[in-house]
């Protein structure tokens, strides 16, 4: 015969409750809608979470823009990353800077961790940047060397509506870089 145990309900809600209320986390802020910068912003308040109110935050998700970026400066600047391009079948990542200087790693094959290799398999480059409109220039001062990279860039083309430096793949199909 079978035997099954019931036990209230309400004794282990309590008792979670009660777990809940006296962990250690930070309690969630509460939202305020954004100041009009004429209106002087007032500090933000929080409030406690109760075990009757579960706080929950919404996902937040950034679109890409072609706004300017930190500082005012060229949305260009920064790491992008471009997974593959036609015969390319490793990760490219650009980096560029003010100044018009950047760097580049080609991600051949890369070295696996905890493991000797004789070459890393990361083609770097550093070279300088040229942009006029939407066409970018890169010409490369030093670079290494290993075996299997394709052949590098000397041009990119700057996407208008995000900002994002594409590569002409195979038979001239766009290959956008991103964040």
Same mark, same amino acid.
Request: glycine share 10%; hydrophobic share 30%.
């Given at each position: 015969?079978?035997?099954?145990v019931?036990? &209230?309900?309400?004794?282990?809600? *309590?008792?979670?409750?009660?777990? +809940?209320?006296?962990?250690?986390?930070?309690?969630?802020?509460?939202?305020?809608?954004?100041?009009?910068?004429?209106?002087?912003?007032? #500090?933000? *308040? +929080?409030?406690?979470?109760?075990?009757?109110? #579960?706080?929950?935050?919404? &996902? +937040?998700?950034?679109?890409?823009?072609a !706004?300017?970026? #930190?500082?005012?400066?060229?949305?260009?600047?920064?790491?992008?990353?471009?997974?593959?391009?036609?015969?390319?079948?490793?990760?490219?990542?650009?980096?560029?800077?003010?100044?018009?200087?950047? *760097?580049?790693?080609?991600?051949?094959?890369?070295? &696996? &961790?905890?493991?000797?290799?004789?070459? %890393?398999?990361?083609?770097?480059?550093?070279?300088?940047?040229?942009?006029s409109?939407?066409?970018?220039?890169? %010409?490369? !001062?030093?670079?290494?060397?290993?075996?299997?990279?394709?052949?590098?860039?000397?041009?990119? +083309?700057?996407?208008?509506? *995000?900002?994002?430096?594409?590569?002409?793949?195979?038979?001239?199909?766009?290959?956008?870089?991103?964040?």
């Amino acid at each position: 015969m079978m035997r099954t145990v019931v036990f &209230p309900l309400a004794a282990l809600l *309590t008792s979670l409750a009660a777990c +809940t209320v006296n962990s250690p986390r930070e309690p969630a802020p509460e939202p305020h809608p954004p100041a009009s910068p004429a209106e002087p912003s007032e #500090p933000p *308040t +929080t409030q406690a979470p109760t075990a009757q109110e #579960p706080t929950t935050q919404a &996902p +937040t998700t950034t679109a890409p823009t072609a !706004a300017p970026g #930190p500082g005012g400066d060229d949305p260009l600047l920064g790491t992008w990353r471009s997974a593959a391009c036609g015969p390319r079948k490793y990760e490219r990542v650009l980096a560029f800077a003010k100044g018009g200087s950047f *760097t580049a790693e080609d991600r051949v094959s890369p070295c &696996p &961790p905890k493991v000797a290799c004789v070459w %890393s398999g990361i083609v770097q480059r550093k070279g300088a940047f040229k942009r006029s409109g939407n066409a970018l220039s890169l %010409s490369v !001062a030093e670079a290494s060397r290993g075996p299997g990279g394709q052949e590098f860039p000397t041009t990119l +083309t700057v996407d208008a509506a *995000t900002g994002a430096p594409v590569e002409a793949g195979e038979g001239g199909k766009p290959c956008p870089y991103q964040r």
